[in-house]
Each structure stands twice: as C-alpha cells, then as structure tokens.
C-alpha cells in the first residue's frame, strides 16, 4: 500500500514553512506597512513594487477550468524544472536514496539527481521502439528508490508510452511514478490527469514553455493529491512565480483558441516534414513523433549538424546520447522556417 508518510524525507514531514507577508494577509485593500516594500511605486509604467501572491489563486482558477482539476492539486513552479527539483528534495534524501529513470529521456532528471546528491539507476528504453522496459524497470527497484520519472511523450525519442505499461509501475511500485507530459497537446492521446484519483503515488508534470508558447516567463505545473501538491508549497521559495510571469500567463490562458490553432497546424507541419526528410539520402529514419520535435537518424549526425550551423541552422545534436547513435533532434518550426531548413538540408553533400 501506498503511504505517504513513509516515503517523504523526515525532514521535510517536519519542516516548518517560511511564513511570508503575503501568507499572513492575503486581502488587497489597505494600508500596506507589513513586507518591507517600496509604498511609492516602481520607476516603470506598471507598478511592480508588491510581492506577487504567493499561492498564485488566480492562474491556478484558470488552469483548473481548463484541465478540470481542482486547485488543491496544482501546483506552479518556476518552469517545470523546479518541479523535478521539488520532487527530489520532497522524497529522496541526499547520499542515500536512488531514482529510476530510462534513457534516452530528459536530461535534467539526471542533472537535478546530481545536484541533490542522489543516485540515478538507468534502465534504458528498449532500442529502436523506445519503449519502456517494464520488466526491467520493477527489477532495478530497491527499497531506497523513491522516484520513478517516465517522459510521455518522451524526450528527445518523441514517442509516447503505453498506458499499460505506466499502470503496470503505477501499480507495482510504492515510491512516486512521475509523468513528465510537456508534450502532452502534441499527442494523439490524452493526459492521464484524470487518473490522479486511482493513483495517489503520481505526479504529472506539464509546462505552458511548450504549446503554449511562454518558454520565457517559466511556468511549469505539477498536478497531484492534494497532500502532495501541500507539500510542494511548504518547500517552494515563497514567491517562486514572479507578478510580470502571472499577471502575462492569466491573459494567455484566455487564448487558447490561437494554441490549439497553432497545435494543429504543428502537428500538420511535423508529419510533412517528417514525409519530406524521408525522402533525403543521408536520412536512415524519422522515428514517429507525438511531440513538437523529431527525432532523425543520419549518415554522419556530426557532419549535418556543422553543416546546418554554417548556414545559421541550429538543430540538437544528440548523437552522443544513449540509444541515439547518429541522431539530430529537430524541433518544427513555423511552415517557413521549415521550408528554410528542408531547402538547406537539399543542398547537403557529405
Ligand atoms: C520533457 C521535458 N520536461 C520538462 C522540460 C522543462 O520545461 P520548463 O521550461 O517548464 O522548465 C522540458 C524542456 O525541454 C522537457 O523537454
């Protein structure tokens, strides 16, 4: 059985939040004398010179209309990075507990691991259909594993991961299953919010640095039970999400019919893209993609790589990567700047 209690680290069960101004009085009218602000403004046009509120009620209104969950089990983070790095110092104490995760996938579960002085097992993908290796997976667990992260739609592979096989280690594993969803509106399937209430050992992550277009203000959420999503908050620095980055992210939720257009027309331009780099010499294979990027496996990965950058392409370079021999990671650009690369990729003699 799942028990909360016995996988959070003592100290953090223990810990006593930071009390801000802002948490002892959250009412906007009145004579602020209580959190050591400047009462004169700022020297902009807008006026920046309050702490901005430290739970962020307003965006997380939005974002539990849009997704149906209720706030208690949002949580925001500076980025979804800061996410990953909550859920290490929630669970896994330093120099003692490991967590699990299968390669090639996203880089910072390692880098944050590392930073947290905790120990990662490596249970690589399965070759070629990058799908995760269950089995294996169950076996790599001891009982210092606290966190199992499983990228859906995986990075840089771009493939999803069955339901099955995450509810085969949802079920098996009393440490938290966490579901990296940044691509998640790429996909051809749904988000598995909706199983939040079956499983209260997983956390899914999502970002608004992707689909939504607002890499720069870095807003990254994590959906849980309510008891996780408390906890989160009593680690979180008291003001992680800044005013500019709440006040621009509740207008852009208000457009998320422009999003789904440019969802639909990324989707469009990845599948041509994909059909047209198919059709290039130096190109093996396209591996499907259920993401805003694809995976290509070249001839000589290096090569193409310096050759775009001559001429002011940048790609990602992930040949040095697991599983990856030989692989650029291309992200889908606008109809033209795909046009732009696909016309240079053309001219590319090895
Ligand atoms: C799978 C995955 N998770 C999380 C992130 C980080 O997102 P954010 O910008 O919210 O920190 C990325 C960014 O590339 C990613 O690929």
Do not use: H
Not at 74 to 86: H, K, T, V, Y
Not at 202 to 212: C, E, F, G, M, R
Not at 226 to 253: G, H, M
């Amino acid at each position: 059985m799942f028990d909360l209690k016995k996988i959070v680290r003592k100290n953090i069960l223990n810990l006593k939040p930071y009390s801000s101004a802002r948490d002892e009085f959250s009412g906007k009218e009145g004579v602020f004398l209580d959190a050591n602000e400047n009462g004169f403004g700022s020297p902009l046009k807008e006026n920046y010179n309050r702490y901005p509120d430290p739970l962020q009620i307003e965006v997380k209104e939005k974002l539990s209309r849009l997704n149906g969950l209720p706030i208690k089990n949002i949580f925001l983070g500076n980025g979804s990075d800061e996410a990953i790095d909550i859920l290490f110092r929630t669970f896994c104490n330093p120099s003692k507990d490991n967590v699990i995760i299968c390669p090639p996938t996203y880089g910072m579960y390692e880098v944050s691991a590392n930073i947290n002085d905790v120990s990662v097992l490596k249970v690589p993908l399965i070759a070629e259909t990058y799908e995760i290796d269950t089995t294996s997976v169950l076996k790599a667990i001891t009982k210092n594993t606290k966190l199992i992260f499983v990228c859906c739609p995986n990075n840089p592979t771009g493939n999803g991961i069955k339901w099955s096989s995450i509810k085969q280690i949802l079920t098996n594993f009393k440490g938290i299953v966490v579901v990296d969803e940044a691509y998640i509106n790429f996909a051809s399937y749904d988000s598995l919010i909706k199983e939040l209430k079956n499983y209260p050992n997983l956390v899914i992550l999502q970002t608004l640095s992707k689909a939504w277009g607002l890499a720069g203000l870095r807003v990254g959420l994590a959906f849980a039970s309510e008891q996780i999503i408390d906890i989160f908050n009593k680690i979180k620095p008291p003001y992680n999400i800044n005013a500019v980055s709440q006040k621009l992210t509740l207008e852009a939720l208000d457009r998320a019919d422009q999003v789904n257009k440019w969802i639909k027309q990324i989707i469009s331009e990845r599948d041509k893209l994909s059909n047209e780099l198919n059709k290039l010499s130096f190109i093996l294979k396209t591996y499907p993609s259920e993401a805003n990027f694809i995976l290509v496996k070249t001839t000589d990965a290096n090569d193409i790589y310096n050759y775009l950058i001559s001429k002011k392409i940048i790609v990602r370079n992930r040949s040095q990567v697991t599983l990856c021999e030989n692989c650029l990671r291309i992200t889908i650009g606008t109809k033209e700047e795909n046009k732009k690369l696909l016309n240079t990729l053309k001219k590319y003699t090895s």
